[in-house]
């Protein structure tokens, strides 16, 4: 998939970026990757190439499969790459953004790397409390999606992973707040293990992918 993207980013950027933009002949630009098989991991919104942290210190947290049993994954820094794409509009801005007003791009790109080819994930995450981010997150995954099926050799590869899943993570917005903390034991199960709530946004179903709000994302063996 990164190569495929170093390759095919010409094609998707020049179908979705500004009219004022140059046509993009050539790409320069590599993908930052990070690649694990822990069995318990954080991603976080990183702009550094490190989105990997400690389990429950950072924003979604991953169980992957099971111990000493576990998924080898690559994470690609999806939006950090399309951002890198800049021009000179000639008008004294020498990085401006190749994407159009409105067009949105999730964080993550995240698969499993093996010949099984079991899970591919469209990853969005946020510090914000999930009822303010979401109408905006769930454009970021279903634009991610057209992004990506613009291109016939990334859609190939896409579709031959069995479970397809977009995530959106951002703070529980299912908290209960209460005077004295009276409802503090009933708000500790959202808080530590919040149910996944499925939803559908835009073109995700249309390329037969699934959909979830939640902070946990558990890869099942």
């Known amino acids: 998939?990164?190569?495929?993207?170093?390759?095919?980013?010409?094609?998707?950027?020049?179908?979705?970026?500004?009219?004022?933009?140059?046509?993009?002949?050539?790409?320069?630009?590599?993908?930052?990757?990070?690649?694990t098989s822990d069995y318990k991991f954080d991603i976080v919104d990183s702009k550094d190439g490190r989105p990997l942290r400690e389990f429950k210190k950072g924003t979604a947290h991953y169980i992957n499969g099971e111990e000493g049993n576990t998924y080898n994954l690559r994470i690609i820094c999806y939006d950090d790459f399309l951002h890198r794409f800049t021009f000179d509009d000639g008008k004294g801005n020498a990085h401006v953004s190749r994407l159009k007003d409105g067009v949105k791009v999730s964080d993550f790109i995240i698969y499993e790397t093996s010949e099984n080819k079991k899970y591919f994930i469209v990853h969005e995450l946020s510090n914000e409390r999930a009822d303010r981010k979401i109408k905006i997150a769930r454009k970021q995954l279903s634009d991610t999606l057209n992004q990506?099926?613009?291109?016939?050799?990334?859609?190939?590869?896409?579709?031959?992973?069995?479970?397809?899943?977009?995530?959106?993570?951002?703070?529980?917005?299912?908290e209960i707040v209460s005077p004295d903390g009276i409802a503090?034991?009933?708000?500790?199960?959202?808080?530590?293990?919040?149910?996944?709530?499925?939803?559908?946004?835009?073109?995700?179903?249309?390329?037969?992918?699934?959909?979830?709000?939640?902070?946990?994302?558990?890869?099942?063996?």
Request: positive net charge.
């Open 1 to 35: 998939m990164k190569e495929l993207l170093k390759t095919e980013i010409i094609g998707i950027l020049n179908a979705i970026q500004r009219s004022t933009a140059p046509k993009l002949t050539e790409n320069l630009v590599e993908p930052d990757v990070v690649e």
């Open 184 to 221: 503090d034991a009933f708000a500790k199960p959202y808080k530590i293990l919040p149910e996944p709530q499925p939803f559908n946004y835009g073109q995700i179903r249309t390329y037969h992918f699934k959909a979830f709000e939640t902070s946990y994302v558990t890869l099942e063996k």
């Open 148 to 174: 990506l099926f613009k291109s016939d050799a990334i859609a190939r590869f896409i579709n031959n992973f069995d479970s397809k899943l977009c995530y959106l993570s951002a703070k529980d917005k299912r």
